[in-house]
């Protein structure tokens, strides 16, 4: 008959959240040969999470949320819109929200004239790149969803954004604690991410 006095053990839970197009480029420009294991990187991150805010007590992984952008016209990118969602939101514990990239709507301006650049003068190609819109909402929405429902007591934030920073401060008003994983190790965001 088990004892409901017994002491438990409390357990800390650690989600991480991956902002795939921030730490990719970060990643490339420290090492463009690395390459992540994806199905390694929450659980890693996770137990690392859990040795700087609560080293007595076991960690939980909880999951990995991954959020990324693909442009639709471009072969590339929906080979990795595919990869994104049928390899790595198979790993356990993952979930993956990946957003069609919008094309500008202006295109480039001269730097010197400022004269709009709508057509490439070589080959005659659209000049107006697209914008990644909606991605950094969402990994903000579910930051606050799940810490609402209370699936989490410490955050693994992987960007480098700074517009992340109000989300973080209104977090650890409700005692949810953020760490901020950069790739290299940097120091990007003062002392809001711990």
């Not at 639709?72 to 049928?86: E, V």
């Not at 094309?103 to 005659?124: F, H, I, T």
Request: glycine share 6%.
């Amino acid at each position: 008959m088990p004892d409901d006095d017994a002491p438990t053990t409390p357990r800390h839970r650690v989600r991480v959240f991956v902002d795939f197009w921030n730490y990719t480029l970060s990643m490339r420009q420290a090492d463009r040969e690395f390459l992540t294991d994806w199905s390694a990187l929450g659980p890693v991150l996770a137990r690392a999470a859990g040795q700087c805010i609560a080293a007595q007590s076991p960690t939980q992984y909880q999951g990995l949320n991954f959020y990324g952008s693909y442009d639709p016209n471009s072969a590339r990118d929906r080979s990795l819109r595919r990869w994104a969602t049928t390899v790595v939101d198979r790993f356990p514990g993952v979930s993956v929200s990946i957003v069609p990239r919008q094309r500008k709507r202006s295109p480039p301006q001269c730097p010197a004239c400022q004269e709009a650049v709508p057509l490439c003068p070589s080959c005659g190609a659209d000049m107006r790149g697209t914008e990644e819109k909606g991605v950094d909402i969402r990994i903000a929405t579910d930051m606050i969803r799940l810490a609402w429902v209370d699936n989490y007591d410490t955050a693994v934030l992987l960007s480098s954004d700074k517009d992340f920073i109000p989300l973080v401060e209104f977090l650890e008003t409700r005692g949810i604690k953020v760490l901020h994983a950069a790739f290299p190790p940097q120091v990007l965001l003062g002392t809001f991410f711990h």
